[in-house]
Nanobody, 123 residues
Framework: QVQLVESGGRLVQAGDSLRLSCAAS?????VGWFRQAPGKEREFVAA????????YYADSVKGRFTISRNNANNMVYLQMNSLKPEDTAVYYC???????????????????WGQGTQVTVSS
């Protein structure tokens, strides 16, 4: 059983930076960040393996967002730089067991989800 709690979301201006945190209790292999904007489907943002040696990013955030983990305190972070209004969404972290370019990007491959944290980027 894995429990996930996100935090760090808030209102920021375009160009600002923000770091989201995900407290992940229990044993996990992969943690991913997803986001969902109003009226849109949930989309993959980034993912990291427990070992920290592999990551995936959506093309829309590559070069601006960085996912990292601290296994000592069971935290996974999403550092978001150069934020844009189109980054506005509820951000979720999720835990799963599948790793690969296809599987890791699919919300259906994750077994546990947090409650989400709202990020709003004003123009």
């Amino acid at each position: 059983q894995v429990q996930l709690v996100e935090s760090g979301g808030r209102l920021v201006q375009a160009g600002d930076s923000l770091r989201l945190s995900c407290a992940a209790s229990g044993r996990w292999y992969v943690v991913g960040w997803f986001r969902q904007a109003p009226g849109k489907e949930r989309e993959f943002v980034a993912a990291i393996k427990w070992s920290g040696d592999s990551t995936y990013y959506a093309d829309s955030v590559k070069g601006r967002f960085t996912i990292s983990r601290n296994n000592a305190n069971n935290m996974v972070y999403l550092q978001m730089n150069s934020l844009k209004p189109e980054d506005t969404a509820v951000y979720y972290c999720a835990a799963g067991t599948s790793w690969g370019d296809y599987a890791t990007r699919r919300a259906s491959m994750y077994d546990y989800w947090g409650q989400g944290t709202q990020v709003t980027v004003s123009s």
